[in-house]
């Protein structure tokens, strides 16, 4: 079975549940960029906004119908269930309503069946904002700059482990206000982030010291610290959001009186 066949089962089967009008592939199927190695992502939209609790389960229960289920998750909050198949095909299928449907993907999807008559307007949808909100950013930004902060905690106990963590901690918010600053509508999976970056944020993320050593860690947190701070101080300034200039200012003083400016 390929991912083409995935699809079409996964159409057939969902078609007999009771509740679900119609079905979406997204992601990278949805927006013609899958790959040999892209999942199967589709939306189930329920036919009536209550059901969606109940739709969830009796989709969790036809798994077996689509292929053989190696693996499967529900994930909390999010109403959708990741699965492996035996040959390891991966697809996940989320159930949502149609107003949802349109928020999430921005009209990005193609039906595998549309009972719900939803094509139509969700090719005059228009995609979500590419503009983060204040509190979304500054969620960030605070959490930078307090992670910043507890690397005196970190080397005061000598722990390099978590200290390497931390640094892979500060990474991933890097990206995240890099991904935001780029203007993606809609977030790719982990998996396609280089798409969401451009080849020069790739080549400086990839180069950044490994963080093998108490130096090669505070090499590691500078060097993220300085990628990080121009581009979000950027962005703050572009969606008019407030800097929390007094934490930045009082935590880069308590790093430097135990030795570790950044």
């Known amino acids: 079975m390929d991912q083409a066949a995935l699809a079409k089962r996964i159409g057939e089967v969902l078609r007999e549940v009771p509740g679900v009008g119609s079905a979406f592939l997204g992601g990278s199927h949805g927006r013609d960029e899958a790959d040999p190695y892209s999942d199967v992502d589709v939306y189930v ?7 969606v609790s109940d739709v969830l389960t009796r989709v969790s229960q036809v798994l077996q119908r689509i292929a053989p289920i190696l693996f499967s ?28 449907l349109a928020f999430l993907t921005g009209g990005k999807v193609k039906p595998l069946f549309d ?32 992670v910043l902060g507890l690397s005196v905690v970190v080397q005061g106990r000598n722990d390099l482990v978590v200290a390497q963590t931390g640094t892979n901690l500060l990474r991933d918010m890097l990206i995240r206000v890099l991904v935001m600053s780029n203007g993606v509508q809609t977030r790719r999976g982990a998996l396609a982030l280089r798409k969401d970056l ?7 993320l990839v180069a950044l010291p ?7 860690v505070h090499e590691r947190t500078r060097t993220i610290a300085d990628a990080f701070f121009p581009v979000a101080h950027s962005l703050t300034d572009r969606i008019g959001a407030t800097w929390p200039g007094r934490f930045e200012q009082v935590t880069r003083a308590y790093l430097k009186d135990n030795k570790l400016p950044i």
């Open 210 to 216: 490994a963080g093998s050593t108490w130096s090669s």
């Open 115 to 146: 009972e719900l008559g939803l094509s139509e307007p969700l090719s005059k949808a228009k995609p979500s904002p590419s503009q983060p909100t204040p509190e979304a950013l500054l969620d960030i930004v605070n959490e930078f700059i307090r």
């Open 198 to 204: 451009t080849e020069g944020q790739q080549a400086a």
């Open 45 to 51: 939209v329920v036919a009536n906004a209550d059901d």
């Open 73 to 100: 998750k529900t994930l909390p909050n999010a109403r959708t269930i990741n699965c492996i198949t035996d040959d390891w095909l991966r697809f996940d299928l989320t159930v949502v309503n149609g107003f949802e």
